[in-house]
């Protein structure tokens, strides 16, 4: 498998506090990506971060990739209620196929 | 804003019955992907499609799995014959020439009884 384990495997925070989630992988990779998925529905792209990036913010999400670690974390700040879902990173050996991690389930309390 | 679309939503079927599972993808998007997610489990890659063959397929997607773009517009995953294990979400994704970002659709969660 090219894919390694997502941590926490859930999360519970209170609104307006930070989120971070972590993911590990086995393999080289070209880029990785975070998704989102709410309950029952399909997953919408987050962010991107290419092999040769450490670190890359979009909005009030921040991703660092440490390719020697074979790691990335996911930070969420001032979070909301809304971004309750669960959290997915996904990667992308050079092929475009994406390899998906077992996800955090993100439940933020209003 | 365009979006991918996936009919039906929810397939019932006994086992050993032919299902087709489609999709639309966005309509300037070259490359297709059907990924799916048993339930409480991972999303797992199984082909890829580009200029009207397979790219890439996993170890998941075998003789009973097969893939067409009849048309212009849709993108069909056809299972010849279901197993109980074939339960799970099939995901249709599509993405542009040039572009890593996926769109992923509703998906359709296929049960097969």
């Known amino acids: 498998s090219q894919q390694g384990e997502e941590d926490p495997q859930a999360l519970s925070i209170q609104e307006g506090e930070n989120a971070t989630m972590n993911c590990s992988y086995k393999?080289?990779?070209?880029?990785l990506q975070w998704y989102r998925q709410n309950s029952g529905r399909g997953l919408v792209h987050l962010i991107l971060?290419?092999?040769?990036?450490r670190e890359k913010h979009s909005g009030r999400l921040r991703v660092t990739l440490d390719t020697s670690k074979k790691s990335s974390s996911l930070l969420i700040t001032a979070s909301r209620a809304a971004d309750t879902a669960s959290y997915f990173c996904?990667?992308?050996?050079?092929?475009?196929?994406?390899?998906f991690g077992t996800g955090t389930r993100l439940t933020v309390i209003p | 804003e365009p979006e991918v679309t996936q009919t039906p939503s929810h397939q019932v079927t006994q086992m050993g019955q032919e299902v087709i599972l489609r999709c639309v993808p966005i309509?300037?998007?070259?490359?297709f992907y059907w990924y799916r997610q048993i339930l409480g489990q991972k999303v797992e890659f199984l082909v890829s499609?580009?200029?009207?063959?397979?790219?890439?397929k996993s170890e998941i997607f075998d003789d009973q799995f097969s893939v067409e773009r009849p048309d212009g517009s849709n993108f069909t995953l056809k299972i010849r014959s279901t197993k109980l294990e074939d339960s799970a979400m099939y995901f249709c994704?599509?993405?542009?020439?040039?572009?890593?970002?996926?769109?992923f659709g509703p998906g359709t969660r296929l049960t097969v009884t």
């Open positions: 499609f580009y200029n009207n063959e397979i790219s890439e």
């Open positions: 309509s300037n998007h070259l490359y």
């Open positions: 393999t080289s990779i070209n880029n």
């Open positions: 971060i290419r092999s040769n990036e």
């Open positions: 996904a990667t992308d050996a050079g092929a475009n196929n994406l390899f």
């Open positions: 994704a599509s993405r542009r020439q040039g572009v890593h970002e996926q769109y």
